[in-house]
């Protein structure tokens, strides 16, 4: 019997277009089905990789904004030194003694009856 070959005809009848569009409509809407489900899947890859793309360039500003905190944190305490530097300086010269303290130093200021000489910090040349 497997020599013999079998030949079915098929019949062209009212009921076999309607299969035939049947399958067709079945096909087209895989086809629609599968066209979707790609869609779908390309707009939610893009999707995670632009957030994943966002946190990742945040994470980057957040690191460079607590650098640049810490730095001004620094340069803060630095500041408040010389703030208390600069209002202690303030207390002394609002002292007179202080001024002119510093005008004799400084200046060759005197007193009544004081004589100043200078001399020269470097060795005498002779």
């Known amino acids: ?3 013999k070959k079998k030949t079915v005809t098929r019949l062209d009848s009212s009921y076999m277009q309607q299969y035939d569009a049947h399958q067709e409509r079945q096909k087209k809407k895989k086809q629609r089905l599968y066209r979707r489900l790609v869609l779908f899947s390309v707009i939610v890859v893009i ?3 632009s957030m994943a ?3 990742f360039n945040q994470r980057v500003v957040q ?3 607590a650098e640049q905190y ?3 944190e620094k ?3 630095s500041l408040e030194k ?3 530097n600069l ?3 303030i207390e002394l010269l609002n002292d007179e003694d202080y001024v002119l303290e510093i005008a004799r130093t400084n200046y060759f200021f005197s007193r009544k009856g004081e004589m100043i000489f200078k001399i020269s910090d470097e060795d005498p040349s002779y």
Do not use: D, P
């Open 87 to 89: 209002r202690e300086e």
């Open 82 to 84: 010389e703030e208390e």
């Open 47 to 49: 999707a995670i990789g």
């Open 70 to 72: 810490e730095q001004l």
């Open 63 to 65: 690191k460079e904004k």
């Open 53 to 55: 793309t966002y946190h």
């Open 1 to 3: 019997m497997s020599s």
């Open 75 to 77: 340069e803060l305490v």
